[in-house]
């Protein structure tokens, strides 16, 4: 098989949503998954569109409450397309008997392939050959080519091409309980020349969304084309009838889609008409869209080769493909974030997380103009992120656990525990540590790009303003001399307060030692931001955000007084008093229930609750070692004062690793990450499983609701950083490789400052190349030898064997 392709070769009802998700087409302002264009939702399909960042609230009542959401909204559904013979039945994929089948995702050209040839009930055999795309290179144009071809028939066949707003959101089943249409339709028209539009406006936001479509029937045929019809107030079709002999008949739809948010239009409808006009058919599109695809691919391949591989080079191209789909040089001007789960399903209702700490490496090595646009949509929101730290009492910038259009905090009021039934409290909003996250990524993108107009326009704002919400946040208890910093919630989700307190007085738990060390760090990176700075700037910010040289004096202090829970023998506490909290037995639990990577769902269904063991949803104290280098973490740990060895940072591994349910499909990447030089081959056995996160869906079931980015790009960055031992330290590119076993190839396209570089490395050499560019040399480094390269030019080294090895991340 490809290593481009991603194919299935029958048709699997069961598996449909899945694939669905796997098999969407977008291209970083909307996308639409791989549904079958005659489906519409019901139990088996579930075809939805999602523009990128569009959301609409709506007010729901659970459990006699009201509880309000901000939604990625599934707009109109531009898919339909489907045909009967005669006045038979319209052709549905689950009313026939399929006899060949395959359906193929091509990754390099970014098409959906479908060929099937199957039987209908009156014993007459049709081939459906269709292709699709949603344009990279035009982003508001998607298309469907059909080749149907009469194998043993002949007669009048009608096609039917519909535009259907009657569509909702109920993608995720435990959602299904909230309000869900988000949509009202405004207008609905025959635009003349084969082409129908579909206005509709969400009932909050009030976007107005338009698409526009054109339906055409091989040559002369659409002679034969019925006025289009508005077949209810959200659905209209139209419908061409065409008489056919054995020759394939080939069907074209071409859609256009806007919305009032777009910039450089005058009105949506307009915009949508002369879009498709601009259209002239399907392979004019897909030669622009694989163009398109090629550039793409030429900046962000990786290849990845040798006797121990098995398909690693397609997931990696899969994983790839779907970052780029989410986040592309579309993404740019529109306020759009990085979600969580794509725009591939309803998970997660299309929020902005922390995730962005495993998706930005991939981005600034590749696109770094896509992670400016992400730091940008967190800075728009600045204001929301004031206003929220200000109703907490606190200074500077808090910026929100799940962030959606206005930038207020948008976790979930209350979530629904399907083991049990019921609708529990939320309290993941006091993952406060990603407002460490923001200045964690604000930091390397700067270390890797050097990028003054974003760090002087808005970038050190931003840090300053969440390093003063630290420096508030923390405060100090005379009988420890240190500084506490209370009611939060770590990476690890289970835990949100102490046991047997009420969640909502407990608020949350004392020194998550992640955060911590990560405010530490940030604390006293603060200082190196305003020392960036030309005086002015530094002037301007400092007024701006009322910060003053004794608010600085007290984040030297917190940096170097923070507490972090530690225990015997140099391990890390995740919390204060976590020490205190049960074992778990965990093979009972294995033994009982099988999957157990959802235990807190499944001990508060037994009556029961996660916050009383020491368990893990996700790596916690160990995302310390998967941000921080061992040098990085020993000298955090001198600073706050506190003797911590790098050999301590292997039991830490082991203590946590084994009390870690993996209900993220993040801790897969983490723990690939940590173990990657110590434990080589339990590591790549989670760098496996994480690569499966979707393919696979090894939460069994969750991929269908949306893809996992932070996965999909962790396992990329574990290539490029930990494979290949990339750093971006004082402008220079470190490299430090080491191949897993069975792999003795790899091949990495980057960009740094400037040089788009060529990257081989096999197990004895690392061979660098630049091409040729207007750019300023750069320094290259493997393990302390530094090199110059010029544009166009090239460096090799030759590399020390494994067993020689000594000094590394985590070694
Ligand atoms: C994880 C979070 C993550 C979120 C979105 C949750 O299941 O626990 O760490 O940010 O999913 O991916």
Known sequence: MSDWHIDYTSYDPAEEKLREALCTLGNGYFATRGAYADAAADERHYPGTYVAGLYNRRVSAVEGREVENEDLVNVPNWLPLTFRIGDGDWFSIDAVEILSFLQRLD????????????????????????????????????????????????????????????????????????????????????EGQHRISLRVRTTQSRIEIVQAARLEVADGATAAAEPAVRQSPDLIGQEVRVSTGEAPLRIEKIVALHTARDPAIAEARLAALETLDRCTGYEALARQHAMAWRHLWDRCDIGFDGPGCNGEQRKLRLHIFHLLQTVSPHSVNRDIGIPARGWHGEAYRGHIFWDELFILPFLTLRLPHLVREAMRYRYRRIGAARRAAA???????????????????????????????????????????????????????????????????????????????????????????????????????????????????????????????????????????????????????????????????????????????????????????????????????????????????????????????????????????????????????????????????????????????????????????????????HSWQLFQRGLDSDIADIQGGTTKEGIHTGAMAGTVDIVQRNYLGLETRAGTLHFNPLLPEGVEWLHVRLQFRQHRLDIDVTPTSLDIRSRPEVAPMIDVAYRSHYRKLIPGGRQRFALVSPSARSGSRTE
């Not at 081939?127 to 469907?144: I, K, N």
């Not at 840090?463 to 009611?487: C, E, H, M, N, V």
């Not at 760090?521 to 030309?534: C, E, F, G, K, T």
């Open 107 to 190: 990754l390099e050209r970014g098409e959906l392939l479908r060929d099937v040839r199957f039987r209908d009930a009156s014993g007459r055999t049709t081939r459906w050959r269709e292709r699709r795309l949603v344009s990279m290179g035009d982003c508001h144009v998607a298309a469907l080519q059909v080749e149907l071809t009469p194998e043993d028939w002949q007669g009048e066949v009608t096609v039917r091409s519909t535009l259907d707003a009657g569509v909702t959101n109920g993608g995720v089943a435990r959602y299904r309980a909230l309000a869900s249409r988000h949509l009202e339709t405004l207008d609905a028209r025959d």
């Open 391 to 681: 109703a907490e009492g606190f200074r500077g910038a808090m910026f929100p656990w799940q962030s959606g259009s206005d930038g207020r905090e948008e976790s979930q009021q209350l979530h629904l525990n399907p083991a049990s039934g019921r609708w529990l409290p939320d309290r993941s909003h006091r993952q406060r540590h990603v407002n460490a996250a923001i200045c964690y990524n604000i930091w390397r993108y700067w270390e890797a790009t050097n990028d003054t107009e974003f760090m002087y326009g808005f970038g050190a704002e931003m840090f300053l303003s969440i390093a003063q919400f630290w420096g508030s946040i923390a405060s100090y208890d005379p009988t420890t001399g240190r500084y506490d910093i209370k009611g939060v919630v770590g990476p690890d989700e289970f835990h949100t307060g102490y046991p047997d307190t009420d969640a909502d007085e407990a608020g949350g738990l004392t020194n998550n030692a992640y955060t911590n060390v990560l405010v530490a760090w940030l604390l006293a990176r603060a200082r190196d931001v305003m020392d960036l700075l030309p005086p002015d700037r530094l002037t301007e910010i400092m007024e701006l955000t009322g910060l003053d040289e004794a608010e600085c004096e007290r984040w030297h202090e917190v940096c170097r007084k923070l507490k972090v829970p530690l225990l015997d023998d140099g391990i890390i506490s995740q919390f204060e008093g976590y020490e205190n909290l049960r074992e778990l037995d965990w093979q009972d639990y294995v033994a009982r229930y099988g999957n157990i990577q959802r235990l807190d769902r499944i001990l508060e269904a037994e009556g029961d609750d996660v916050n009383r063991y020491k368990v893990s949803k996700q790596a916690d104290v160990l995302m310390i070692f998967y941000l921080f280098s061992a040098e990085e973490v020993t000298q955090i740990f001198e600073q706050l004062g506190y003797a911590f060895g790098r050999q301590a940072i292997r039991r830490n591994v082991d203590y946590h690793l084994a009390r870690t349910s993996h209900g993220s499909t993040l801790s897969l990447v983490t723990h690939a990450w940590v173990l990657a030089r110590s434990d080589r081959e």
